[in-house]
């Protein structure tokens, strides 16, 4: 595949399209990036000073409240100087200028020329908003020269008009005049074309709402950051000898064009100045041009880390896995079997939405939904242990938190020029951050359903801008999602009546031995498609979940004292650790608990209700217990005592000799 030198970027035919229409134009988003233009990346400036020129206008200007008007060549200064204060020049002031564009037919393409960076530039004097505006708009409104003026204000104003002083106000009001009176060029070469301006803001939102809407003259056109074609287009130019080990690069070869697909894939979201980073980076880390080595280069840039932790995990304790799991959450096969699973293929890396083996994705996307109290969010803090090896890579968000709709702005960060732009969005911050995580979406059906669009983009794309336009990826992520959905009843706010019946009243009113894992499954995947397609509306949304919708069984009597024996065991660490003194627990304790827990509807609330019942009968006794007896506590140190419980649930307390 070879260089594409006509390749321009996407936004250029729209702004060449309202040129033609008479259209001025504000040109904003990726305005400060280098773009490829007649096969060579230039400042937006340059591109339009060039463009402008190229098509024979005799009068072409810059103006910014720094630097005031400047202009490529010293006779469009004078010029400019005699339209200010004499009045109008004779037509194209003797320049050369392309074929005459017939009004009726497209524009055609300018002829090729240097770029306006090689062109002199004189610098006219520093001129103040209001007064450059003044000027122009006498310049403008004569039909006799054509004007093009290129304004880089949009930056500098504020979206809250409360704000403008006297004189920005005044300079707005200026500038649109100089929109609407605006001559149309009467002879000339350039006869039909409009006296234009291009005003340059990084975000449409600087620019006031009043000065381009309803304003039949001015379109406001996105700049995009590079296309696709554009990026494989870089790799294809620059790889063989703009990369360390480019030499190896064969454009024009099968496996040239291979890998400049990947390459343009894997930096979706890039810029220009982005991608001339990356290949500094390449020749700093020494990191090759290869299939091999691409995805290590793309992933130190994004990440800062050349060895994924995923990736890293001993084969050893992933065959362990499911037994350290299973230790931390008791009575869940089945989740544990679909989290260890993910795991094994994170290990491998093979996977359908790739680039080369790697997945663009997140690592590992869940949706667990059961009773309250079985594990769900245990699961995840044990699977950020048994990865990362500490509890620092987990995060978890509270979607109780996020019921207003405005709440979507938390996750990305406002927009600029809102309250809290600065302060970036609250998942953004931290994938930034600490791009290796498992982040966790606590009781996702609390959230309005406007934050939950937010996760398509990341389920999808594994990636997220924020306000400030800064880039977090997901795809060295596990997502978890939580949920009770199907728990208990949903009932209509306003008439109280049941809309769906949930399963923990039949399980209350018939037992949990009755309910098979199959049943509950069943129930609650039932219960989280419903939601999703017909209560919230985002059919999109469960159907990028597929089959990662994990449900958490009941709580059964088999699994209590496993559960109590993993608190009982806390609880003695606890006091080794702060006492040196050793605790353990006679079999009455796990006796007692099991007997209360059948009792009631202890069973539906569940592993919350065993920590709770410890903690009344085992964990608050026994501190009384020894703060009555040992008012000095420091005395306990190497001591051994057996702590029991009565079938009344009062406890007992033996001191017995130190265990070795």
């Known amino acids: 595949m070879s260089v594409n030198l006509a390749l321009s970027a996407r936004w ?27 096969g060579a990346y230039c400042a937006i400036q340059e591109i339009l000073q060039t463009y402008f020129q190229d098509l024979g206008f005799p009068l072409v200007t810059q103006y ?31 320049n050369p200028t392309p074929s005459p564009a017939s009004p009726a037919s497209p524009l055609t393409p300018p002829p090729r020329r240097s770029p306006a960076a090689n062109v002199p530039r004189a610098v006219h004097q520093r001129v103040l908003p209001e007064d450059a505006f003044a000027q122009l708009r006498g310049v403008m409104n004569q039909a006799q020269t054509a004007t093009a003026t290129v304004i880089g204000l949009g930056d500098m104003l504020s979206t809250d008009g409360d704000r403008y002083t006297a004189e920005e106000r005044n300079a707005l009001i200026l500038l649109k005049k100089c929109t609407l009176d605006a001559a149309v060029v ?18 449409l939102n600087r620019v006031p709402l009043w000065f381009y809407t309803n304003n039949p003259h001015v379109v406001p056109i996105r700049v995009t950051c590079p296309s696709k074609e554009e990026r494989k287009n870089f790799i294809l130019r620059f790889g063989q000898q703009g990369f360390y080990g480019g030499e190896q690069f064969e454009p024009n070869s099968t496996d040239g064009d291979g890998l400049a697909e990947d390459f343009a894939e894997l930096t979706d979201g890039f810029q220009t100045l982005d991608l001339e980073a990356l290949r500094h980076t390449s020749w700093r880390e020494k990191m090759t041009l290869t299939s091999q080595h691409l995805l290590r280069l793309v992933d130190f840039y994004k990440f800062g880390q050349k060895d994924e932790p995923f990736e890293q995990i001993n084969a050893a304790k992933i065959r362990q896995a499911s037994d350290q799991l299973s230790q931390a959450v008791m009575g869940q096969d089945h989740a544990i079997e679909a989290v260890t699973t993910v795991l094994t293929s994170a290990k491998v890396g093979i996977s359908m939405s790739q680039v080369r083996g790697r997945n663009s994705k997140p690592k590992g996307v869940f949706f667990f939904v059961g009773p309250t109290g079985v594990g769900k969010t245990e699961l995840a803090k044990s699977l950020s242990r048994l990865i990362f090896g500490d509890e620092e890579a987990f995060i978890r968000f509270d979607m109780s938190e996020y019921k207003e709709e405005h709440a979507a702005e938390k996750l990305a960060g406002s927009p600029p020029g809102f309250v809290g732009y600065e302060e970036g969005g609250q998942l953004t911050n931290k994938i930034l951050e600490r791009p290796y995580r498992i982040v966790l979406f606590d009781e996702i059906e609390k959230a309005h359903p406007k934050v939950l669009d937010k996760f398509l983009q990341i389920l999808e794309d594994g990636r997220l801008t924020d306000g400030k336009g800064q880039t977090a990826y997901f795809n060295q992520t596990v997502i978890i999602f939580t949920s009770n959905i199907g728990a208990s009843d949903l009932s209509d706010p306003q008439t109280g009546q049941i809309i769906r019946p949930g399963i923990m009243e039949q399980v209350r009113q018939q037992g949990v031995g009755q309910f098979a894992y199959e049943q509950v499954k069943t ?14 509306g985002r059919a999109e949304l469960f159907n990028r979940l597929g089959d990662n919708i994990v449900v958490f ?39 007692v608990l099991s007997e209360r827990m059948v009792q009631q509807e202890n069973l539906l609330f ?13 964990e608050r006794p026994l501190n009384r217990w020894l703060f009555e007896q040992y008012p000095d506590l420091t005395v306990l140190l190497n001591q051994s005592f057996l702590v029991g419980l009565e079938s009344s649930g009062n406890l007992t307390v033996a001191q017995c000799p130190v265990a070795v």
């Open 606 to 618: 569940g592993g919350r209700r065993i920590k709770t019942l410890l903690e009344t009968l085992v």
């Open 12 to 38: 250029i035919s729209e702004f060449e399209k309202q040129l033609y229409r008479r259209r001025h134009i504000i040109l904003y988003g990726n305005i400060h990036d280098q773009i490829l233009w007649r």
């Open 523 to 536: 129930h609650f995947q039932g219960e989280v498609e419903w939601y999703f397609t017909s209560r919230i």
């Open 186 to 203: 009467r002879e000339g070469d350039l006869q039909g074309y409009r006296n234009t301006a291009v005003i340059l803001a990084s975000e």
């Open 553 to 591: 069984d009941l709580l059964r009597s088999s699994h209590v004292v496993g559960i109590g024996q993993k608190f009982l065991r806390q609880l003695a660490e606890s006091a080794l650790d702060k006492y040196q003194v050793q605790i353990r627990f006679d079999e009455s304790v796990l006796t």
């Open 64 to 94: 910014d409240p720094i630097d005031g008007f400047t202009f490529a060549k010293s006779e469009m200064e004078q010029l400019f100087g005699q339209l200010v204060n004499q009045g109008i020049t004779p037509v194209n002031a003797g």
